[in-house]
């Protein structure tokens, strides 16, 4: 399987509209920040890709539990969580996928071991660091049913504030950085301009 823009397209064709946009977002926002951080070009390759799919094990899971508009209750809870191991699975079918696995498995590890799997500080892979900073500023700042979005003011303080105890002290920084030089620049015009440029780092 060649991973090109043809079979990026043909993923995406399959994930519902508000999942295509989270996933773009947070791959634009992702792979952004690894060039900040100083990762490879085999890196950011690899997060460019894996933030695309770090949530493609919500497929799996009834669409009424991803799209309820109020609170979870604690069993739904249990059962959006599993999204992190059936993705796991989904891509493990393809061998040549392995290095996306760290990503998609622990995307929702926090910095103190409370996350999904209970893996602490720099346990979690650097790129699952990375996804998670990127994952939880772009669910702030974008509208859901049950809140409004966070200004950037209010998502990047919230990020602070949490530094050291869900999210890696010295990435949220850079992550900080690198949306302060992206605001910068002239606004994406569409999700495909979104997704070009994200993919423009990796071929
Ligand atoms: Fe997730």
Not at 51 to 62: M, N, Q, R, T
Request: hydrophobic share 40%; net charge negative.
């Amino acid at each position: 399987m060649q991973f090109n823009i043809e079979f990026v397209n043909t993923i995406l064709s399959g994930f519902p509209q508000d999942l295509k946009m989270h996933s773009l977002n947070v791959c634009y926002l992702a792979s952004k920040t690894a060039e900040y951080a100083g990762c490879s070009y085999q890196e950011v390759k690899t997060i460019t890709i894996g933030a695309l799919l770090h949530d493609i094990g919500k497929l799996c899971i009834d669409e009424k539990i991803i799209n309820k508009p109020a609170k979870l209750s604690d069993e739904e809870f249990s059962i959006i969580k599993k999204h992190t191991v059936l993705g796991t699975k989904m891509i493990s079918y393809f061998e040549e996928c392995s290095n996306l696995l760290p990503i998609i498995l622990y995307h929702h590890e926090r910095w103190d071991g409370n996350g999904y799997e209970g893996l602490p500080g720099k346990n979690i892979p650097k790129l699952a660091r990375i996804v998670a900073i990127a994952d939880a500023f772009d669910a702030m700042t974008s509208p859901r049913p049950y809140q409004k979005p966070k200004t950037l003011h209010d998502a990047l303080l919230e990020l602070n504030m949490n530094k050291g105890l869900q999210f890696a002290p010295d990435l949220v920084q850079i992550f900080e950085l690198c949306m302060l030089e992206l605001i910068k620049m002239p606004s994406q015009k569409s999700e495909i301009d979104f997704w070009h440029k994200a993919f423009s780092n990796i071929v």
